[in-house]
């Protein structure tokens, strides 16, 4: 396992995030605690040190799970989780990205895993009710009271993101050094506006779902629709969502492409996703040890570009505008003149 700095900050993750979603049986799908251990223990040993939760998670037991866990080498654990989703339905104070809830959600997080401090805490998803500036600096509060070191943000369109971390280092708070998107070969539409943004303001990105819901596994192709002895029936109901004819093209040429190198299809996805530009972690959960020691040899597959370009042409996406009509060629010519092939520019990575 190699290591990569989050963002602006200085802080060192490993090169692949374990998520916890299916850390706990409170929604009939998850791991136990002593499967938890095993998964942790896998990954620890492999190098990883970077855990991501959420108050939300199976109830809150993924945190307490979480908590009991890394608390036998809290030192070594780079321990994420989030607040924003509702953890009582009936209470409208009780969700959303206001000061209140995030205190009082911060808190409980801080109890239910045991810790003194939260090492990132992400903003989970966006609340349009709330004023930026108020959740910028309810942040920066947390900071420097010492609850939270660091801070991210999840599930928020790319103007969001940009005026707020622009807000906060106009005003001296707090910024977000890391975002979390829904990124894998059928979910490329990031590519119009959040990744660009966090190439340019330097945000690190942890892709989740790069697996695109268990399509990516290759367990659901045209041949085996039904996939018999799939891990959980919430995967494959994810997959069969997603299963439209393109995606499934998509899954075929993954496969392909997998068989030839010698890896699995879910490998492969890994290794295109870490790969893509502006991508820094993918962030991938297990429900078993053994899934998690798959997930693990993601890191040994190195892609090859020609084998890179097949899956990008394949699953590529319209940018729309302004993204295609700054690349005409008509118009390069009017923005540049005749020297844009002749302009060597340093940030165009």
């Given at each position: 396992m190699r290591y990569k700095l989050l963002g602006k900050s200085g802080l060192r993750v490993s090169e692949m995030c374990l998520g916890t979603m299916s850390i706990g049986e409170d929604w009939g799908w998850g791991a136990d605690l002593a499967e938890s251990r095993k998964i942790f223990e896998t990954f620890a040993t492999a190098g990883g040190n970077?855990?991501?939760?959420?108050?939300?998670?199976?109830?809150?037991?993924?945190?307490?799970?979480?908590?009991?866990?890394?608390?036998?080498e809290r030192e070594w654990w780079v321990v994420?989780?989030?607040?924003?989703?509702?953890?009582?339905?009936?209470?409208?104070?009780?969700?959303?990205?206001?000061?209140?809830?995030?205190?009082?959600?911060?808190?409980?997080?801080?109890?239910?895993?045991?810790?003194?401090?939260?090492?990132?805490?992400?903003?989970?998803?966006?609340?349009?009710?709330?004023?930026?500036?108020?959740?910028?600096?309810?942040?920066?509060?947390?900071?420097?009271?010492?609850?939270?070191?660091?801070?991210?943000v999840s599930d928020t369109p790319a103007w969001v993101v940009s005026r707020a971390n622009t807000l906060?280092?106009?005003?001296?708070?707090t910024s977000f050094v890391g975002l979390q998107i829904e990124y894998s070969l059928i979910q490329r539409t990031v590519e119009r506006a959040l990744t660009?943004?966090?190439?340019?303001?330097?945000?690190?990105?942890?892709?989740?779902?790069?697996l695109g819901g268990g399509l990516l596994t290759g367990k659901?192709?045209?041949d085996n629709p039904k996939a018999e002895g799939t891990d959980s029936?919430?995967?494959?109901?994810?997959?069969?969502?997603?299963?439209?004819?393109?995606?499934?093209?998509?899954?075929?040429?993954?496969c392909k492409i997998a068989d030839k190198i010698g890896c699995t299809p879910a490998q492969l996805a890994m290794?295109?996703?870490?790969?893509?530009?502006?991508?820094t972690i993918p962030l991938v959960g297990a429900r078993t040890e053994a899934?998690?020691?798959?997930?693990?040899?993601?890191?040994?597959?190195?892609?090859?570009?020609?084998?890179?370009?097949?899956?990008?042409?394949?699953?590529?996406?319209?940018?729309?505008?302004?993204h295609d009509f700054l690349r005409n060629p008509e118009i390069m010519k009017v923005v540049y003149g005749a020297n844009f092939d002749k302009i060597d520019d340093h940030r165009d990575r």
């Open positions: 970077f855990v991501d939760t959420a108050n939300k998670y199976t109830n809150g037991t993924s945190e307490k799970y979480t908590g009991e866990i890394v608390n036998l994420a989780t989030k607040y924003t989703l509702s953890m009582r339905d009936d209470d409208p104070n009780a969700s959303g990205n206001h000061r209140k809830n995030m205190v009082q959600a911060v808190d409980a997080s801080l109890k239910r895993l045991n810790l003194d401090y939260i090492d990132l805490l992400w903003v989970h998803a966006w609340d349009r009710h709330t004023p930026v500036e108020e959740t910028m600096r309810a942040l920066d509060d947390l900071v420097r009271s010492g609850k939270v070191l660091y801070i991210g906060a280092e106009l005003r001296g708070w660009p943004m966090a190439e340019a303001l330097d945000l690190a990105v942890l892709a989740w779902a790069p659901y192709r045209k029936k919430r995967a494959g109901n994810n997959a069969f969502r997603a299963a439209n004819k393109k995606n499934m093209e998509i899954v075929e040429k993954l290794r295109w996703v870490a790969d893509r530009p502006g991508v899934q998690i020691k798959d997930s693990l040899g993601y890191l040994d597959v190195t892609l090859d570009p020609k084998f890179a370009k097949q899956l990008d042409d394949v699953s590529a996406v319209e940018l729309g505008f302004p």
